[in-house]
């Protein structure tokens, strides 16, 4: 809880990954949607096709999104550890440094 509140722990990432799924469902929504009216009375023989290309582009689309968001979050998180890694090093170097001067 505590790495929670002081923002250590990002929720973000699980959140995207709820969102992809919500995105892949509507986008076939859509598509299905697009290919019920291309088949109506009213409905324009194109649309029948841009519905197939929907089906198959739509959660490919929501995909590349999703990884590009969950790849900045996986950036910051490495910064981190590079950050943690070498104040542990300068830390270790002071030490060392100090107990060479007496």
């Known amino acids: 809880?505590?790495?929670?509140?002081?923002?250590?722990?990002?929720?973000?990432?699980?959140?995207?990954?709820?969102?992809?799924?919500i995105g892949?469902?509507?986008?076939?929504i859509g598509a299905i949607a697009s290919i019920v009216q291309g088949m109506s009375?009213?409905?324009?023989?194109?649309?029948?096709?841009?519905?197939?290309?929907?089906?198959?582009?739509?959660?490919?689309?929501?995909r590349i999104y999703c990884e590009l968001l969950i790849i900045m979050f996986k950036m910051y998180e490495t910064l981190i550890e590079v950050k943690t890694l070498l104040s542990n090093k300068n830390l270790s170097n002071d030490m060392n440094d100090t107990t060479s001067n007496e």
Do not use: C, N, R
């Open 1 to 21: 809880m505590e790495k929670f509140i002081k923002f250590d722990k990002m929720i973000t990432p699980t959140i995207i990954k709820i969102v992809f799924w």
């Open 41 to 62: 009375y009213y409905g324009h023989p194109s649309q029948i096709l841009l519905g197939l290309v929907m089906i198959v582009l739509g959660p490919l689309l929501v």
């Open 24 to 28: 892949v469902a509507l986008s076939l």
